[in-house]
Structures are given as structure tokens and as C-alpha cells.
């Protein structure tokens, strides 16, 4: 049987919080999350004999939370609020940005609430002030506002996941998501790093653009929205 090299993308929370982002983590050997307020992501290692339970004790009461890929037995104190089938997908090769000069920004902690306030506006609840410290975030902006954004959220292991890749209503049909994915992607590859992303399979049109640019689906991967009751 030939080795799988995106074997880790199975359980990818796991693997970037007991890697490249421990720095990030909190937990035990057996179950990890983000530290709040970096990110709503948690993980545990599959086959483990310890219970998810143990998440418990770094989870607040009321705290809302996503498992991905294998969704374990729940306690009977945790409630499944929605299944998100996601494509996930990879791409192993350089993108052509499109026609046109835009000016790409590297965006820092003196923007957090900009990034903040534009991705709640189009893509709520996978994002928190502090998830620009995961990696690199790029934005391109008009008028001294931000219209657009996209950067790294998981990171494993030669593998980056590119997230957040949003724009202001009033700013679509300019390409600018275009810009900033190819920008994301070429800056990976170019120091070795493998592109993955995840997006609803429902989204259609997401799922073409991605595929133009150069991705492919790797496998269907949920994203499970939980919350541990009050």
C-alpha cells in the first residue's frame, strides 16, 4: 500500500496542535484545542482508549467548539448543533494571479480588528481576534478600509491551510480573492509547503474558482459544531 503524504489531513487539528502550532495548544497527550481566542478548534487522537471527556476540563460551560473528521461518542452534556461537510482540497502547483495591479498587504496585530470585523461581516464563527497569530494574513485595501482578506489557520507539518478568504459585498467581482489565494499559495510552494484549504461542499461556485486555481478535492471531511451545555 503506497503512503498517503496528506495521511496528517485526515485529523488536521490534531496534527497542527501536536506540531507546527503546540505553541497554540492546550490539553493533554490525548486531547488538545486552540487556546480560546485563538481558535474554536478542538482534537484528540484517533484510537486513544482516554475518553473526549477530557476535553471537558479545558472546555467552558456553554463553550462552542468544532471537532473535524471522526466525530467520537459525545457525553450526554454536549449537544451536536450542525454537521458541515467540507471538500477539502490541495494544490501542488503554482497559480497565475490575474490580470490586473492590486496592492497585497501583509497584515499585522495593529490590524486584528479590521480583520476581525470584515470575516464576522461575510464568514461568522470560524474566526477569533486572535487567530492572525496562526500565520501569515494578507489583505488588499481601498478607501483605508479592508475589502478583502485571506491567510494560514492550520499549520502542519509541510502543509498550510489557506482560510478566512473573504470579501467585502461592495468590493466582489474584482478578483481580489484571486490575488490573495495565488499570493498564498506561491509563497507556500515556493518554500516547499504544501496549500490545503476546506470549503462547504455546498458551495458550488467556491468549489469551481478553487478547482480553476488549480485545486483538487482530496476527500470529504466534516467540521462538527458542538457545545458543552451550561
Known amino acids: ?9 485526515d485529523n488536521p487539528a490534531w496534527w497542527a496542535l501536536n506540531g ?12 488538545k484545542r486552540y487556546q480560546r481566542g485563538i481558535l474554536p478548534f478542538a482534537a484528540y487522537q484517533y484510537g486513544t482508549t482516554e475518553n473526549i471527556t477530557a476535553l471537558d476540563d ?40 490575474p490580470e ?10 495593529t490590524h486584528k480588528m479590521d480583520m476581525y470585523d470584515l ?14 497569530q496562526l500565520g501569515n494574513y494578507y489583505g488588499i485595501w481601498q478607501e483605508e478600509k479592508l475589502v478583502a482578506i485571506a491567510g494560514e489557520r492550520m499549520r502542519l507539518e509541510e502543509l498550510t491551510e489557506i482560510s478566512a478568504i473573504c470579501t467585502h459585498p461592495a ?3 474584482r478578483k481580489y480573492a484571486q490575488h490573495l489565494i495565488a499570493h498564498l499559495c ?15 461542499e455546498t458551495n ?22 458542538l457545545r458543552k451545555q451550561a
Open 1 to 9: 500500500m503506497s503512503h498517503d503524504p496528506f495521511a496528517s489531513l
Open 20 to 31: 507546527v502550532q503546540q505553541g497554540f495548544s492546550t490539553g493533554t497527550p490525548a486531547v
Open 58 to 97: 479545558w472546555l467552558e460551560p456553554g463553550e462552542v467548539f468544532f471537532l473535524i473528521g471522526e466525530l467520537p461518542a459525545l457525553p450526554a452534556h454536549w449537544t451536536l448543533l450542525n454537521e458541515l461537510p467540507c471538500a477539502q482540497m490541495v494544490n501542488q502547483s503554482r497559480v497565475t494571479a
Open 100 to 109: 490586473g495591479e492590486v496592492t497585497i498587504a501583509h497584515l499585522n496585530a
Open 119 to 132: 470575516i464576522q461581516q461575510v464568514q461568522p464563527g470560524y474566526y477569533e481576534p486572535g487567530t492572525h
Open 171 to 173: 468590493y466582489t467581482g
Open 186 to 200: 506561491n509563497t507556500n510552494l515556493d518554500k516547499g509547503i504544501i496549500p490545503f484549504l476546506h470549503v462547504l
Open 204 to 225: 458550488a461556485r467556491a468549489i469551481g474558482l478553487y478547482e480553476y486555481m488549480g485545486f483538487t478535492k482530496r476527500r470529504t471531511i466534516s467540521f462538527w459544531k
